[in-house]
């Protein structure tokens, strides 16, 4: 079972998941919720592609791993480092977002989050991030390249924390380091030790069914879940030929399951007795070659009135020609005891 606020934070990025084929990203995620001046609540998450390795024990900040693979992947002084360097940072910027907050009469209470993180791509380069926001909208990022906070939000807040990071030397140099080297480094042992649980499959398994908002329009609606990992494509076919995105079709998000699986719906309206046949194609790594077809409710129902009517239509033939061999039967035999009878009585 995830955690809640993990699933929430996996719905809310279901943006950022669009990553090329082959590339693998870790992310750290932080939702600090600043009470007032005395009172931080920071809650942290560290992520490979969707998968949790740990998070954050809200009243030490010592790290709590969640995969048994992970702790191992890195030397013990690693871990040691890094929980030294969380606990660091987070005291350094509830003090620089308090101090900012309480000099320019921002009002208690409001939420930052913080993700940042590093993507390996199969060529081997990589790429580096950080985003900051400021109640659920986009405040700073980070340009790597440049060394630069670049401003997202131009408020006083804004620029006294952008000028607080830029001119904090010490620390962009840590981030530099960070972002170039140690990332990208203990990201390749995470994806050694990883390998089996990024390696999961779970096959899709859909229903289609149909709802009536009005005696004019149908909604076909086929639902996918508990599918891993994410990535999937999921059709509509009318007579064998693929429905177009258009005004008629609406594909909802891919939504994730409490059991690290995800969900899918896409929903197409139609005209009540068009005369068409429509089928829902679903295609995931899991499937290999081959896609799941799921026809509509009404078109299953024809093949399996055509199959029960041939059915009865055969039980009937067969009753028939039963009957039609055992009256034969029993009149030949009438036809031949007569005969024989006439013959003995003759005879006699």
């Known amino acids: 079972m995830q955690h809640p606020l993990f699933l929430l934070l996996l719905l809310l990025l279901h943006g950022t998941w669009a990553d090329p084929e082959g590339s693998f990203t870790v992310r750290l995620l932080q939702i600090s919720t600043f009470q007032n001046t005395s009172f931080v609540d920071t809650e942290g998450f560290g992520l490979l592609e969707d ?9 030490t900040w010592n790290i709590h791993f969640y995969q048994p693979w992970v702790r191992p992947a890195l030397p013990r002084s690693d871990w040691d480092t890094i929980e030294n360097m969380i606990k660091i940072y987070l005291q350094k910027f509830s003090h620089l977002i308090n101090d900012g907050a309480s000099a320019r009469d921002v009002p208690y209470p409001f939420v930052v989050q913080c993700m940042a993180g590093c993507e390996l791509y199969s060529n081997r380069t990589s790429r580096a991030f950080a985003y900051v ?3 659920g909208q986009d405040f700073l990022s980070y340009d790597v390249d440049h060394g630069k906070w670049i401003l997202y939000e131009d408020t006083d807040l804004s620029r006294y924390v952008q000028a607080t990071l830029q001119n904090y030397t010490a620390f962009s140099e840590l981030v530099q380091v960070l972002f170039n080297d140690t990332c990208v480094d203990d990201m390749e042992l995470l994806l050694r030790y990883g390998k089996a649980a990024l390696a999961r499959q779970e096959p899709p398994a859909a229903t289609v069914f149909a709802r009536a908002p009005s005696p004019a ?3 076909l609606v086929c639902h996918v879940t508990g599918f891993y990992p994410r990535p999937i494509s999921v059709a509509w076919l ?5 429905v177009l995105p258009g005004p008629a079709l609406t ?15 896409i929903v197409l309206a139609v005209s009540p007795g ?9 295609r995931h790594r899991s499937l290999g070659t081959r896609s ?8 299953k129902a ?11 239509a055969g039980v009937t033939v067969a009753a028939i020609v039963v009957l039609w061999v055992w009256r034969r039967r029993k009149y030949q035999k009438m036809e031949q005891s007569e005969p024989t009878s006439s013959i003995v009585s003759n005879e006699a």
Request: contains cysteine.
């Open 274 to 282: 068009d005369g068409h046949s429509y089928t829902c194609r679903i």
């Open 292 to 299: 799941l077809l799921i026809p509509w409710g009404n078109s």
């Open 302 to 312: 024809v093949l399996i009135s055509g199959l029960v009517a041939a059915l009865s």
């Open 51 to 59: 998968i949790e390795l740990g998070a954050l024990d809200k009243r």
């Open 217 to 219: 329009q149908l909604l």
């Open 238 to 242: 009318r007579d064998g030929q693929e």
């Open 251 to 265: 594909t909802g998000a891919i939504l994730p399951n409490s059991d690290l699986t995800y969900q899918l719906r």
């Open 133 to 135: 926001g400021y109640n």
